[in-house]
């Protein structure tokens, strides 16, 4: 499948490269023009027709990188996921979704779709049979997101694909936890990967913009959508996104890499409960992952042993910096209790399994040394405060 037979990293530095034929720069010229003339009458480019130079250069290393004839990007994740879903769903259609999403993506289900006649299912479980059992006769769509956020469950994606062509059902995945560098879903036959590409793309917390990569024909469809609803991306941001993604390859292998080895530290250390990460022999999802990912990923989740208040924990980190967001190059964690995941509602939480105490943790690329001496010290911090005030 893959047009481009060259490996991750040369990818990521030059395909789809704007030559510069005037001054033979090195990069990739901006062309901030809004107005173009006309090439024939089929080519009118203009910003929200997705087809301004930086955003055709950068849309075709996007597809390169998820093994996909063609891709598309966009002002945000979200304008990525709902002209996706909408460019695939009428009144009337049906979608099986997957328990854990996104909040945004939970929030956009949950609150637009009755009003566009569109019904939907949330699974129980990531299990295949999970998404078979709410299959219906109008259902259209399958959606995953795996490995999922927060608690890191994996979805097989083999199972999914050979689940929807049974069907007939058109399959999307989130693919933004493991990004492009890690999991390639297009080869599993799922038909459509979404990314948010303010996380790993972007990689330095200063972009906001989403992409899809799938078929010429798929690609068409969501596009023929995507110029009436306008979610385009500025060029300015599409040539800053196009500098970040040439880093891409060894900032992820490196978050990889730190994150298995955080994962391996927190898994073993007395003061800290469960850890979840793929990584881990010891993750329910660890052998899937393995099969289905070339790397474990960022991101993990743990919590702290009883009596350890998890939001004292996250005050008297000094390095590692609590964020709504997550994927730059800088460590940050967060409560998802109490931010991503707090408009579940405490019931909701409780039968997903996301406990109050749980921390998400997005692993950058500092020293490790330097990261397992932050929790050290945070830990020290806390439970010597704890003496403090059971002797008082
Ligand atoms: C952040 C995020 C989104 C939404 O992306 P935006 O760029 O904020 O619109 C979607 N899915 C996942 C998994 C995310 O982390």
């Not at 966009?74 to 996921?81: D, L, P, T, V, W």
């Not at 328990?99 to 945004?104: A, C, N, S």
Request: hydrophobic share 35%; aromatic share 8%; glycine share 8%.
């Amino acid at each position: 499948m893959n047009p481009n037979k060259k490996g991750l990293n040369t990818i990521c530095t030059h395909t789809g490269e704007v030559k510069d034929k005037q001054f033979k720069g090195a990069i990739s010229p901006l062309y901030m023009s809004t107005s173009y003339a006309f090439e024939d009458v089929d080519v009118k480019r203009y910003p929200r027709y997705f087809n301004t130079p930086n955003q055709e250069s950068l849309c075709k290393k996007i597809a390169a990188l998820e093994h996909a004839e063609s891709a598309l990007i966009f002002g945000s994740g979200m304008a990525a996921i709902s002209t996706a879903l909408m460019a695939f769903l009428k009144a009337g259609d049906h979608i099986v979704l997957q328990q854990t999403l996104y909040g945004g993506t939970y929030n956009l289900v949950t609150e637009e779709f009755h009003k566009y006649g569109i019904e939907y299912s949330f699974t129980e479980g990531w299990q295949p049979e999970a998404f078979e059992d709410k299959i219906q006769e109008n259902t259209k769509v399958l959606y995953i997101e795996t490995p999922s956020n927060p608690l890191l469950t994996v979805t097989d994606l083999d199972a999914i694909g050979k689940l929807s062509k049974k069907h007939g059902l058109i399959s999307m995945i989130d693919n933004t936890f493991a990004s492009p560098v890690n999991q390639n879903p297009i080869d599993f036959d799922i038909d459509i990967v979404i990314h948010s590409a303010t996380k790993y793309m972007g990689g330095h917390s200063d972009i906001c913009a989403g992409a899809v990569a799938s078929t010429e024909e798929n690609i068409k469809r969501i596009f023929a959508l995507a110029k009436n609803f306008g979610g385009s991306l500025s060029d300015y941001t599409v040539w800053l996104l196009e500098r970040s993604m040439k880093t891409m390859g060894i900032r992820v292998r490196a978050q990889n890499e730190n994150a298995q080895r955080m994962a391996e530290y927190l898994d073993a250390h007395q003061d800290i409960g469960a850890v979840y990460y793929p990584g881990l022999p010891n993750h329910p999802g660890h052998r899937v992952a393995k099969a289905q990912m070339k790397g474990f990923g960022g991101m993990l989740s743990f919590e702290l042993h009883e009596g350890l208040d998890a939001s004292q924990f996250q005050k008297s980190l000094q390095l590692i910096k609590p964020s709504m967001s997550l994927a730059g190059v800088e460590s940050t964690v967060l409560s998802p209790s109490q931010t991503s995941h707090a408009l579940l509602g405490a019931e909701e939480r409780k039968r997903q399994g996301i406990k109050d105490g749980l921390i998400r943790f997005s692993v950058g690329i500092e020293e490790t040394e330097d990261l397992i001496a932050d929790i050290e010290q945070a830990l020290n911090k806390i439970k010597s405060k704890g003496t403090a005030v059971t002797r008082s």
